[in-house]
């Protein structure tokens, strides 16, 4: 028997601008996404922004239907749409945030446990760490990979 402890570091931020440049560019991408959410059933808008090895972002916003569960996350709609559109161009980070009524939310929206599934999924097939970012008006949470957020994932890759 063993007793083993879990330690996660990472970063908080107040603003925007204490950011390294290429991570506020992918949360100003997450916040431009939010354009393209259609949430007329919950009114919580959600934007995310995926970053590719070349340097390029692919978006996604949330995306609602009467028939409630044929939605999709906002995460899951940028990563499908990355991987979907550039196969072969590995995923290396994401940024999420949310809106509502018009307003970006001044704390954090944090991702899905269905979302984290499939970021560490596409982490471990990117075969690097991504960094993961909540970004909030007046609160960012930065990771340093996919395993801070969803541990002991579930797998059938080793
Ligand atoms: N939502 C996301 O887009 N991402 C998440 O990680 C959690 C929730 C969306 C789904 C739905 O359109 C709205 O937020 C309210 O649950």
């Known amino acids: 028997m063993m007793n083993?402890?879990?330690?996660?570091?990472?970063?908080?931020y107040d603003s925007l601008d204490e950011l390294e440049p290429q991570d506020k560019e992918l949360c100003e991408a997450a916040e431009r996404a939010l354009k393209g959410s259609y949430a007329p059933y919950s009114h919580f808008n959600v934007g995310a922004a995926v970053r590719l090895a070349d340097g390029s972002i692919v978006t996604g916003a949330n995306q609602e239907n009467s028939a409630y569960p044929s939605g999709l996350c906002a995460e899951r709609t940028a990563m499908f749409a990355a991987h979907a559109n550039h196969p072969g161009t590995p995923m290396t980070a994401?940024?999420?945030?949310?809106?509502?009524?018009?307003?970006?939310?001044?704390?954090?929206?944090?991702?899905?446990?269905?979302?984290?599934?499939?970021m560490a999924e596409y982490q471990k097939v990117s075969g690097v760490k991504w960094t993961v970012l909540f970004y909030g008006k007046d609160k960012i949470l930065k990771f340093h990979q996919v395993d801070d957020i969803l541990p002991f994932i579930f797998t059938n890759l080793d």
């Open 94 to 118: 994401i940024a999420i945030t949310g809106a509502q009524n018009g307003a970006l939310n001044s704390g954090i929206t944090a991702p899905c446990g269905a979302c984290r599934q499939v």
């Open 4 to 12: 083993r402890k879990l330690e996660i570091d990472y970063i908080e």
